[in-house]
């Protein structure tokens, strides 16, 4: 346990010190292991297990564009998130990891304190097991606050989902090297820092009960919402409803306007994201040394809110949010989700609604703004620039039936019933538990 941030951040150093890691670049036709399938074009692993890199189509009448293809990882196994928390003179600690990824940008981040796939902690790999797993399988001992089964990057995820769970520690639990006690005050400021805490414990929190948020925030439950539970469990279904996603696998290499290029999957106009393979080199991970196929996105992405305050009482504009690899049709998303460059060039009506507004506010409605990275298990340096901007005077109440406005708290309380709230969402919400 830390009494000042100041003395995490010398302990992270050192664990930065002491522990040595490398992650190359390499041809995904070269990663041992790693092969395109003959015919399909498709890259799987020679074990058949983990994940594979497959092609979908998909048509959509909720977004921009209304049909693509593009290559997507299908993992359908589902993993463990899980943080233990637990009082100490009468403050809750949660027990956080320096944990590394080959995706990292800064190789070394906070995870949660079990974060692995079923292939990880059924030790598929035959690896070490994983610490403090026992805490979050059945039967266990320990008081559950929360549990809900949530969906990943549908934009590069196809229906993939997993086990977010806090539980609360009975007895004494042993700190092995590489964890600490952090409360939720220093994980707060810990927030603030750029590509630190990782994505895993931003939506692993994001779930986390009014009674264990950080009083004292701006966009505390108090005061009155707009809509009622019922009124917006109605417009979720509603849209869910009446959008439709048609999709389906199909071949790697039957993927429209993507190919080869030095060693990479990529799109023809160098847009979006590519498909690249990585060498990896780790210490105390399960396993010491691997290679991987990775997806490498194109650019700095945007997710943001807008917020305005009705009546009095925050709200956020929340958006009913299509991708080809959503788990069902739609999830709630932030007000824009999206990688600007990609955009570039186009008509305005063209680009993701209310994007302009986020990107040319003054900086006085500017409520947070810091950088964090995406999962580091399967992007290469991916990240995003998280935004929560104040409306401009005279924005309306109601902009269209994909859109509606509910406060922190409703928004919370959807994030603890699965596949309600994508993940770009959830990680935004827990930034904002934590704005003064």
């Not at 600007?340 to 063209?350: F, R, T």
């Not at 959807?414 to 538990?433: D, Y």
Request: with cysteine; glycine share 10%; net charge negative.
């Amino acid at each position: 346990m830390f009494r000042q941030t100041s003395e995490f951040h010398d302990w992270f150093a050192e664990q930065r010190a002491a522990q040595d890691h490398r992650v190359t670049p390499a041809p995904l036709r070269g990663l041992d292991g790693w092969s395109f399938e003959p015919g399909t074009g498709d890259i799987r692993h020679r074990s058949g297990r983990f994940f594979s890199i497959e092609g979908i189509a998909a048509e959509t009448d909720n977004r921009e564009v209304a049909a693509w293809s593009q290559p997507i990882i299908v993992q359908p196994e589902s993993g463990i998130l899980g943080i233990l928390v637990k009082e100490f003179a009468g403050v809750p600690h949660f027990l956080l990891q320096v944990k590394m990824e080959p995706g990292n940008i800064n190789i070394l981040q906070l995870s949660p304190t079990v974060q692995a796939t079923r292939s990880n902690f059924t030790r598929v790999h035959q690896g070490n097991a994983v610490p403090y797993l026992e805490h979050f399988l059945a039967p266990r001992s320990g008081r559950v606050i929360f549990d809900a089964l949530q969906s990943e990057q549908g934009s590069w995820f196809l229906g993939k989902r997993n086990r977010n769970m806090i539980i609360e520690a009975d007895g004494d639990v042993p700190v092995r090297d590489g964890f600490c006690w952090l409360t939720l005050d220093q994980i707060g400021e810990l927030l603030n820092v750029e590509n630190l805490v990782n994505m895993d414990t931003r939506t692993v929190l994001s779930g986390l009960p009014d009674g264990w948020a950080v009083q004292g925030r701006s966009t505390g439950a108090e005061g009155r919402a707009l809509h009622g539970t019922a009124a917006l469990l109605s417009w979720f279904t509603e849209a869910k409803a009446s959008h439709r996603l048609d999709r389906r696998r199909i071949p790697l290499a039957e993927v429209g306007g993507w190919g080869e290029s030095d060693g990479a999957v990529v799109h023809d106009s160098g847009r979006f994201f590519k498909v690249i393979g990585v060498d990896v080199e780790a210490q105390g991970r399960e396993v010491a040394r691997w290679s991987q196929p990775m997806i490498a996105p194109v650019g700095r992405g945007v997710i943001a809110f807008l917020t305005r305050r009705i009546e009095g009482t925050v709200h956020l504009l929340v958006n009913a949010r299509t991708e080809a690899g959503s788990f069902d049709v739609l999830e709630m998303g932030p007000t824009v989700q999206c990688a600007p460059a990609n955009y570039e060039g186009l008509p305005a009506g063209s680009r993701p609604r209310f994007l302009d507004e986020v990107l040319s506010a003054a900086p006085e409605r500017v409520l947070l703004d810091v950088v964090h990275s995406e999962e580091g298990g399967r992007f290469y340096h991916a990240e995003n620039r998280y935004l929560a901007v104040e409306a401009p005077d005279g924005f309306p109440l109601e902009v269209g039936p994909d859109h509606i406005w509910m406060t922190p708290h409703q928004l919370g309380a959807m994030v603890r019933h699965s596949h309600h709230v994508n993940v770009e969402a959830r990680n935004l919400l827990a930034c904002l538990r934590f704005l003064r």
